[in-house]
């Protein structure tokens, strides 16, 4: 069962910090995501990470604003969002996976992930 935490209101320019905790078995073996849906959209990725930490993969809207890290001790894992803007509005979902090798095609599919959270709200105003 994954938790995430983090999301509030907040201007355009600042900074939030997300947090998806894992209880009970943990994250699993694999690569850890963050989705995002925002209102009358479809659910789309914003960045994954793979099981090891060696490899990041970000959509195009926050590459260079967003940076996804993970605790595998802690089962913790994180979604640093600076610069925010209104267009990042949306509810925020971590998902864990148990595929451990692939590419950004993989781990941005939706389909690869088996365990999700609830979301957290992030509102960024203008």
């Known amino acids: 069962h994954l938790v995430e935490s983090g999301g509030g209101l907040v201007q355009t320019g600042d900074s939030l910090r997300l947090a998806c905790a894992a209880s009970?078995?943990?994250?699993?073996?694999?690569?850890l995501a963050w989705f995002r849906r925002a209102p009358g959209k479809e659910r789309e990725f914003v960045a994954a990470i793979t099981w090891s930490a060696d490899m990041t993969y970000y959509s195009d809207s926050v590459k260079g604003r967003f940076t996804i890290s993970r605790d595998n001790v802690q089962n913790m894992g994180f979604l640093q969002m600076n610069s925010l803007k209104p267009e990042d509005t949306a509810v925020y979902y971590c998902?864990?996976?148990?595929?451990?090798?692939?590419?950004?095609?993989?781990?941005?599919?939706?389909?690869?992930?088996?365990?999700w959270g609830q979301g957290t709200q992030v509102t960024v105003s203008s």
């Open positions: 998902a864990a996976s148990t595929l451990r090798t692939g590419n950004y095609i993989y781990y941005s599919s939706s389909t690869i992930y088996n365990d």
């Open positions: 009970g078995h943990g994250f699993g073996s694999g690569a």
